[in-house]
């Protein structure tokens, strides 16, 4: 494993978000769920698309709190633009459990 200094640490931005809406995104080559989700106001809303269906439905995920980085390129999957990256691990067989805040932390609050 290649070790980082704290400054390239500090390069990715990492913030809390609420999910405000989610669905299907059936397009995806992988199954997949397309997110808005609110980062408050210095940020506001960004969209994305994360492979979780196996723990998550687009119902379920409407007003949670996620982690994603802000600070990437924007990608385009499919017809969809992915503004962020929200984060997530992998579980023992393979599928996505998001990384969330513990606690409640203001929208837009930054990993430190």
Known sequence: M??????????????????TRAE????????AIKLWVDFGPEIGERKSSAQITEHYSPDALVG?????????????????RS?????????DAGAVVLAVPDKDAPLGARLC
């Open 2 to 19: 290649a070790e980082i200094t704290f400054d390239d640490f500090l390069k990715v931005d990492i913030r809390v978000g609420q999910v």
């Open 24 to 31: 299907p995104f059936p397009e995806a080559r992988k199954p």
């Open 64 to 80: 949670r709190r996620v982690l994603a980085v802000v600070n990437f390129p924007p990608r385009q999957i499919g017809p969809v």
């Open 83 to 91: 503004e962020v990256l929200v984060l997530g691990v992998h579980d």
